[in-house]
C-alpha cells in the first residue's frame, strides 16, 4: 500500500468531469469547489438551449401542418355566350292568280222555229202522215196520227227545268194541241208555220 495521502476530493462523487461544461452559463458566479476548474461554457447557454428547442418545436409544426396553401384565387367568370336569334325575313306576298275553270259546254239550246201560240200545220209527211206521241221521243205512246194540213197550236213544254224545245232520238220535239183538242209531241221537221186567217184574194177589175 501507497502511504501517499489520498486526495480527499477525488471521492466526492460530484467531482466535474468536464463533459457538460458548455450548458453551464459563464455569468454563474458560483465559487468553484476546492479542488475543481471553475464551470466554463457557452456565453448564455441556457439561451441557446431555448433557442434551439423551440426552432425544433417550429420545424416539427412545420412537416405536421404543412406549407402554408397559396391564397384561393377567385374563379373569373367566364361570359356566356348570348343566342342570337335572328328572324328570318318576310317573304314577298304573293297574290295568287285565279285561273277560271273552263265551262263545259253545254248542249245548245235549240233555236226555236215557232213561238208559243203560233199556228203549225203538218206538211212533208206524204201519204203516212206523222205520229203524234205521248212525250218527246221515239219511245213514248203513239196517241193520234196526222196529215199534211192538219192545224195544231203550239203550247209550252211541260217541264220548265227542261230547255223548250226538247232535243231527243236525233229530233227537235214541239209540243202541240190539234184542233180535235188532243195534245202531245211531234218533231219540227213536220211542221210549218201557218196563217190563223188565210187572207181572201182582191178581185181583178
Known amino acids: 500500500m501507497s502511504d501517499r495521502p489520498q486526495d480527499p476530493s477525488a471521492s466526492e ?12 452559463d459563464t455569468l454563474d458566479d ?12 457557452l456565453p448564455c447557454g441556457t439561451l441557446l438551449l431555448l433557442l434551439v428547442g423551440l426552432l425544433i418545436l417550429a420545424g416539427m409544426a412545420f412537416l405536421l401542418v404543412g406549407p402554408p396553401l397559396p391564397a384561393a384565387e377567385e374563379a373569373t367568370p367566364t361570359p356566356t355566350p348570348t343566342a342570337t336569334v335572328t328572324l328570318p325575313t318576310a317573304q ?13 259546254p253545254g248542249t245548245p239550246t235549240p233555236q226555236a222555229e215557232f213561238s208559243i ?23 213514248f205512246l203513239t196517241q193520234g196520227i196526222y196529215n199534211d194540213g192538219d192545224p195544231f197550236f203550239v203550247m209550252p ?23 180535235d183538242g188532243l ?23
Request: aromatic share 8%; glycine share 10%.
Open 117 to 139: 201560240g203560233e199556228r203549225v200545220v203538218i206538211a212533208s209527211t206524204g201519204p203516212s202522215g206523222v205520229r203524234l206521241r205521248a212525250g218527246a221521243g221515239l219511245d
Open 157 to 179: 213544254g211541260s217541264d220548265p227545268d227542261v230547255p223548250y224545245p226538247v232535243e231527243s232520238d236525233g229530233y227537235t220535239w214541239w209540243r202541240v194541241r190539234a184542233a
Open 183 to 205: 195534245i202531245g209531241w211531234t218533231a219540227q221537221q213536220f211542221l210549218k208555220p201557218a196563217p190563223l186567217v188565210t187572207p181572201t184574194p182582191s178581185a181583178t177589175p
Open 30 to 41: 458560483t465559487t468553484p469547489r476546492a479542488g475543481q476548474r471553475p464551470r466554463r461554457g
Open 92 to 104: 314577298p306576298t304573293v297574290t295568287p292568280v285565279v285561273v277560271p275553270t273552263p265551262t263545259a
Open 13 to 24: 462523487p460530484d467531482a466535474f468531469s468536464g463533459k457538460v461544461e458548455w450548458l453551464y
